[in-house]
Structures are given as structure tokens and as C-alpha cells.
């Protein structure tokens, strides 16, 4: 299924740059900007190609019938955001009981205009002692990039402007709607 996967990116013009660290059992994959449902299936087109072993966060209600079943099976998690729910804990605590575990997580948490990012992508990443792995979906140059895996310091504020840098001028499907 991977050449498929990698036939179907080629086919519609894109590339991947960088790569999922196959070699780290755990991490949480940053993936942006998220302006779009088609960022989805673009997803999962480079998971299957570059046969990564990662799991997603969605809303709770892409999880509920008809289609529930398929977004499970998918490798989806689902996260009720009407609520709190310790959240990051949860997540940390999974991340603990594993011995390999990879999770993609937007930081916008929605396809709508936001101004800054949500932190728990970050907070998870410190809380399991887990590096961080940035990948830009850049619409404009039909590219899939990764960085290298960093892992959260003690200055939060110096670690999102390296977040912010990176994702700094990407062009999502629907760039009007990405972060600024």
C-alpha cells in the first residue's frame, strides 16, 4: 500500500521532505497550517507512504455513526473539546504505558482562523519527555516537510518562537485561514 500511497502524492505533484524519525519509538508529529479537510486524506497518504506508525487526535464527532468505525480504524483518537477532560494528562499517560507510540496533532485544533496555537501538543511532548517533530503542509509548494525531532527546554516562550518560525509563511489549502 505504501507505493500506492507514494505513487498518489507523486501523481498530484507532491513531495515529502525530511522524514518521520522511524528510528524514535515516541514522539508527537506537529503538523500545520490545518485550513482544510483535505489536509486528512493528504495525511494519510504520507503516513502510508513513509510507513509511519502514528495515530491522530479528531473531534469526538467525526467518531460518531455512520462513519465512527472508519475514523477508528483509520488510527483515530477522539477528543471531546466541549469539556475538559485533563487531556494532556491522558494523553501523557498513554505515551508512559507504551513502549512506542506517535501521535499527529494540529495545533490550531480546527480548520478555522485562529490567531495562535493551542499548547497541549506542547505539553504532551514535555510531560512524556518526548520530542517534538514540526511538518509544514505547504499547500503552495505542494511539500510535506519534517524537521528534526527537538524536545521541549525549560524556556517555553523561546520554544514556540521556534515553533512559530518554523511554520512562519506556510501556505495551507486554504491560506486565509492560517495562523499569522
Not at 485544533?109 to 514535555?126: D, H, N, Q
Request: aromatic residues 18%; glycine residues 8%.
Amino acid at each position: 500500500m505504501h507505493r500506492v500511497s507514494a505513487w498518489l502524492l507523486k501523481l498530484f505533484g507532491w513531495k515529502i521532505l525530511g522524514d518521520f524519525p522511524l528510528v524514535q519509538k515516541k514522539y508527537v508529529v506537529v503538523v500545520a497550517p490545518h485550513t482544510s479537510n483535505w489536509d486528512f486524506p493528504l495525511g494519510l497518504l504520507v503516513r502510508s507512504a513513509r510507513r509511519a506508525k502514528t495515530v491522530f487526535i479528531g473531534k469526538h464527532t467525526l467518531f460518531q455513526f455512520p462513519y465512527g468505525f472508519i475514523f477508528r480504524w483509520l488510527g483515530g483518537y477522539p477528543v471531546d473539546r466541549r469539556k475538559s477532560h485533563n487531556f494532556v494528562e491522558s494523553v501523557v499517560k498513554i505515551f508512559d504505558s507504551k513502549e512506542e507510540f506517535t501521535i499527529v496533532i494540529s495545533p490550531e485544533g480546527t480548520r478555522r482562523k485562529v490567531e495562535k496555537f493551542k499548547t497541549g501538543f506542547y505539553y504532551i511532548a514535555k510531560g512524556a519527555d518526548i520530542p517534538l517533530v514540526l511538518c509544514k503542509f505547504d499547500w503552495g509548494n505542494k511539500e510535506v516537510v519534517f524537521d528534526k525531532p527537538f524536545y521541549t527546554t525549560d524556556d517555553e516562550k523561546k520554544d514556540f518562537e521556534r515553533i512559530y518560525a518554523y511554520f512562519k509563511g506556510v501556505k495551507g489549502k486554504n491560506p486565509e485561514l492560517g495562523v499569522d
